[in-house]
T-cell receptor, first 110, second 115 residues
Framework: GEDVEQSLFLSVREGDSSVINCTYT??????LYWYKQEPGAGLQLLTY?????DMKQDQRLTVLLNKKDKHLSLRIADTQTGDSAIYFC??????????FGAGTRLFVKA | IAGITQAPTSQILAAGRRMTLRCTQD?????MYWYRQDLGLGLRLIHY???????GKGEVPDGYSVSRANTDDFPLTLASAVPSQTSVYFC??????????????FGPGTRLTVL
C-alpha cells in the first residue's frame, strides 16, 4: 500500500538552512505536499509540487522532487525561530486520498 | 466564519461512554475527513466522505462511525470509548475535483482522553 516516511526530528541553528527529507511509495501520485503544524493547531498547507516538476521555489522554501527515487525534500533558507513546527510530507494517492508521513519536528536554536 | 470548526476543544471521557465529535465547514467543500494524530504515528485516516450521503473507511475505522447528511457537517461518533482512542482528532475538508491539488483545510482539533 501507499506509505510516506520521514525522519522524526531535526535541529538547526537560527540563520542556517533546514532540509527535511521524505520518501514515498506511490509512483502514480500527482501531487506531493508539505504541511506545517504549529503547536496546538491543525495542519496548514505550506507548499506543494505537481509530479511533472522537479523543483519549486517559493521565497525561503525550495521543494525538490526526485521521481526516480520517490524522494521529496523541503529546504527552508535562513531558518527562523518562528519556523519551529512539525512538517508533514504527504502524497495524493488514488485521486483524493492524501497519505501523510509521521511528521518531522523542527527545532530552531537561537 | 470562514473555514472549519470542531467541537469540543477537549474532552475527558469515561471508558464505555458514547461520544460525538462535531465538525462543520463553510467552504462548500465536497470531501471531508477525520484523522487521529498520535505521537510518532502522524496522521491516520479514520473515515472520509467524498460527497454528502456517502462515506468510506480509512486506515483505522474500528470503533468509529460517521455520517454525512449534508455538505457542511461531518460528525464522528465513538459508540463505546476505549482508552486506546485517547488521541487528538482532526477534521479536514477539501475540494477534491478532478485534477485539482486537493488542498486539505484542517480544523483546530479535539483532544480526547478516555479513562
Amino acid at each position: 500500500g501507499e506509505d510516506v516516511e520521514q525522519s522524526l526530528f531535526l535541529s538547526v541553528r537560527e540563520g542556517d538552512s533546514s532540509v527535511i527529507n521524505c520518501t514515498y511509495t506511490d509512483s502514480s501520485s500527482t501531487y506531493l505536499y508539505w504541511y506545517k503544524q504549529e503547536p496546538g493547531a491543525g495542519l496548514q498547507l505550506l507548499t506543494y509540487i505537481f509530479s511533472n516538476m522537479d523543483m519549486k521555489q517559493d521565497q525561503r522554501l525550495t521543494v525538490l522532487l526526485n521521481k526516480k527515487d520517490k524522494h521529496l525534500s523541503l529546504r527552508i533558507a535562513d531558518t527562523q525561530t518562528g519556523d519551529s513546527a512539525i512538517y508533514f510530507c504527504a502524497e495524493l494517492a488514488g485521486g483524493f486520498k492524501t497519505i501523510f508521513g509521521a511528521g518531522t519536528r523542527l527545532f530552531v536554536k537561537a | 466564519i470562514a473555514g472549519i470548526t470542531q467541537a469540543p476543544t477537549s474532552q475527558i471521557l469515561a471508558a464505555g461512554r458514547r461520544m460525538t465529535l462535531r465538525c462543520t465547514q463553510d467552504m462548500r467543500h465536497n470531501a471531508m475527513y477525520w484523522y487521529r494524530q498520535d505521537l510518532g504515528l502522524g496522521l491516520r485516516l479514520i473515515h472520509y466522505s467524498n460527497t454528502a450521503g456517502t462515506t468510506g473507511k480509512g486506515e483505522v475505522p474500528d470503533g468509529y462511525s460517521v455520517s454525512r447528511a449534508n455538505t457542511d457537517d461531518f460528525p464522528l461518533t465513538l459508540a463505546s470509548a476505549v482508552p486506546s482512542q485517547t488521541s487528538v482528532y482532526f477534521c479536514a475538508s477539501s475540494d477534491s475535483g478532478t485534477g485539482g491539488k486537493n488542498e486539505q483545510f484542517f480544523g483546530p482539533g479535539t483532544r480526547l482522553t478516555v479513562l
